[in-house]
């Protein structure tokens, strides 16, 4: 479901210094395959740390859909009953995953091999998103789609009936992509074979494996070769869900732009899949540590401690890395703003294709702001401000995009004007208590209706 309500105008103004602890909700990634692994295992599988935002709500949704029984017990503790691989109903509705990406495009992967037939829409922003590149290979296994043109939302998922394994190397380094295919080879006999030239986040391989099923990785240059047994009988989990590192990053990212900060970030997810942004923090010359590193659920975690970091200088951030950060290139363009010198971000066209074209909406903002940014199609680059500051006073369209408004906000923080954004409402679909948390640590918000 979209967030629906009248639009909510925010703004942020110059704050702080922001101090104590910044208790970040669970990962939104491992949430949706929490769901939907549980869902497809015979039995009851229960989670702690579950991301109560809408976009892994609409995926419970869906999941009840399929036929499975998702409840609630208290915050952020869940249950699923799974039907098992293969045991998904058919939906007597059209399912509609609201903003998220991930969610329409893994549950899409989850269906597409059982023989039902499952309707999808989403909000304005999901019905712009390219489908095609998960309609595509799904048609590998024998699915059928059809769609609007450029293969947008609403869209028919016909699934097939003798489902036949893929082996699909992914055009671009996209997790949506590699996770819809292993959820559908699950259903099929065989081995379901996915390559990708550049590794994206693995947390549907790893948790495919702590699920019972066999899945091996082999590394190849850059890159993975992940291959699928299909039709295991996957066994119900207990899944404690990591706190969210993308989350994560914008009370870090405050932290190191408002004067006189200090903020701790505790029990982050540090898989090396997702924690490129908080590497090139620190070659950026921030002052970000981790502490108390630990194992938890087979994921690496730690603490981070975020400082004020006058000194930070623009770099050019290695595009081997985009991968590891995609979802934190607003929020680096932002900390970029207040660095001294350029920070150039390559080989990230996938940002054009986001919940709104990322590329475009923190150049438009940044410049409104007073900053100087360049773009080409793969590519943006960010003038810092240095000493002289970043004037602010921006007037920012959040283009249903989560991440914008959170990235704006903060700008706000510590910019010389406030900054407002015109619709703070999709921020509940990935961190819904992002307002509180900020407010808590010493930011200043002021609504702008
Ligand atoms: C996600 C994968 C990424 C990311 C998204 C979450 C996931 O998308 O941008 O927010 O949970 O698999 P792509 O895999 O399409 O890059």
New binding site residues.
């Given amino acids: 479901m979209s967030h629906g309500g009248p639009a909510r105008p925010l703004a942020a103004r110059k704050s702080g210094p922001l101090t104590g602890v910044a208790d970040v909700p669970g990962d939104?990634?491992v949430s949706?395959?929490a769901l939907i692994l549980g869902a497809l295992a015979v039995g009851e599988t229960k989670i702690t740390g579950l991301l109560e935002g809408q976009d892994v709500i609409d995926t419970g949704r869906a999941m009840t859909a399929f036929g499975a029984e998702v409840v609630r017990h208290g915050e952020g503790a869940w249950s699923v009953h799974g039907v098992g691989t293969g045991g998904f109903a058919e939906p007597a509705d059209v399912i509609d995953c609201g903003n998220s990406?991930?969610g329409v495009?893994?549950v899409m992967g989850a269906m597409a091999t059982t023989p039902i037939t499952a309707t999808f829409t989403g909000d304005a922003s999901l019905r712009a998103r390219p489908m095609a590149r998960i309609t595509e290979p799904l048609s590998m296994f024998g699915a059928r789609a059809v769609g609007r043109s450029g293969g947008r939302l609403p869209m028919t998922i016909v699934g097939a009936a003798d489902p036949i394994p893929a082996d699909y190397a992914t055009p671009?380094?996209?997790?949506?992509?590699?996770?819809a295919i292993l959820l559908a080879g699950l259903n099929a006999p065989g081995q379901t074979v996915v390559t990708e030239a550049e590794t994206?986040?693995d947390?549907?391989e790893r948790m495919l494996a702590g699920f019972g099923a066999s899945v091996e990785v082999e590394e190849i240059g850059a890159g993975r070769r992940v291959i699928l047994t299909g039709q295991p009988e996957l066994r119900p989990q207990t899944i404690a869900v990591p706190r969210d590192p993308?989350s994560a990053a914008f009370p870090v990212c405050a932290a190191l732009i408002v004067p006189g900060s200090n903020v701790s970030v505790p029990g982050i997810g540090l898989n090396p899949t997702r924690a490129g942004l908080f590497e090139t923090l620190r070659d950026m010359g921030a002052d970000l540590t981790y502490e108390n590193a630990r194992e938890e659920g087979g994921e690496p975690v730690a603490d981070l401690r975020a400082r004020f970091s006058p000194d930070m200088k623009g770099i050019d951030v290695p595009p081997a890395r985009a991968?590891s950060m995609?979802?934190e290139y607003p929020i680096l363009s932002v900390v970029a703003a207040f660095a001294e010198g350029r920070t150039e971000m390559r080989g990230v066209k996938?940002l054009r294709v986001?919940e709104c074209d990322r590329i475009d909406a923190m150049a438009t903002g940044l410049r409104d702001a007073g900053v100087t940014v360049e773009e080409g199609e793969d590519w943006f680059a960010v003038d810092g401000r240095g000493p002289e500051g970043v004037p602010g006073g921006a007037k920012v369209t959040a283009r249903l995009d989560h991440r914008i408004a959170m990235s704006f906000l903060i700008l706000g923080m510590a910019a010389k004007e406030a900054v407002t954004v015109d619709d703070a409402g999709p921020i509940s679909t990935s961190f819904p208590i992002f307002e509180a948390l900020m407010s808590r640590l010493g930011a200043s918000f002021e609504d702008a209706a």
């Fill in positions: 939104k990634s949706h395959r990406g991930t495009r893994l671009v380094p996209s997790a949506q992509i590699k996770s994206s986040r947390h549907t993308s991968a995609i979802d996938e986001k």
